[in-house]
């Protein structure tokens, strides 16, 4: 099967043109090309390299206003969450010291207190939105998930407690890039937005 030159439409077998150039009289539209207006400014990201155009760009994908409102809630979960777990140590702590109660005395003593003012002061930076503060929250729990399951303690629900911290680390790293690309937005980029 032939192609028409004008058109590039199917020739149908014996005949000498398309039906497209028959129906117009041969008459294909001219191709037009586009030019840009001469105000308008070269696009940046093609007149550079891939690695300057990351550089300029801050390499982080804008992320949607739905995205950042769940990393903030989940932020928000874990520092209460560890605020909570810092409140409980120091209170039950003290109770089980105050009043020699014995069966508190097995999990809770004078370094529950402790444990707990370490956590309520890792929450207090967390909420700040310091990330080294939830990777030693994150270690400290770690480490004391897997001194309980040493001593032979059941704490499978501090599993799921620990992948709720890790998780709110990764919101928290989210939030972290999202100001970092808001600070190094240009004036001009701020005003067109």
Not at 99 to 104: F, K, N, R, V
Not at 135 to 149: E, K, S, W
Not at 152 to 172: E, Y
């Amino acid at each position: 099967m032939a192609v028409c030159k004008t058109c590039g439409c199917a020739i149908p077998l014996g005949r000498k043109s398309c039906d497209m150039c028959a129906a117009v009289g041969a008459v294909a539209p001219a191709q037009q090309t586009w030019t840009p207006p001469k105000e308008a400014a070269a696009p940046q990201e093609l007149s550079s390299s891939a690695a300057n155009w990351a550089a300029v760009s801050g390499a982080a994908r804008p992320a949607l206003p739905a995205d950042l409102k769940k990393a903030q809630k989940k932020v928000r979960e874990a520092w209460q969450f560890i605020a909570a777990i810092g409140l409980l140590n120091i209170g039950v702590g003290i109770l089980a010291e105050a009043a020699s109660i014995t069966p508190l005395l097995n999990y809770f003593d004078w370094f529950s207190v402790g444990v707990g003012i370490v956590f309520l002061v890792l929450a207090y930076f967390i909420r700040g939105g310091s990330m080294i503060a939830m990777g030693i929250t994150i270690g400290l729990y770690a480490l004391d998930t897997a001194l309980l399951f040493w001593t032979g303690h059941f704490a499978i629900i501090r599993i799921v407690v620990l992948v709720f911290l890790v998780q709110g680390l990764g919101s928290l790293n989210l939030l972290r890039q999202q100001r970092k690309a808001a600070a190094n937005q240009s004036p001009d980029q701020l005003r067109a937005a």
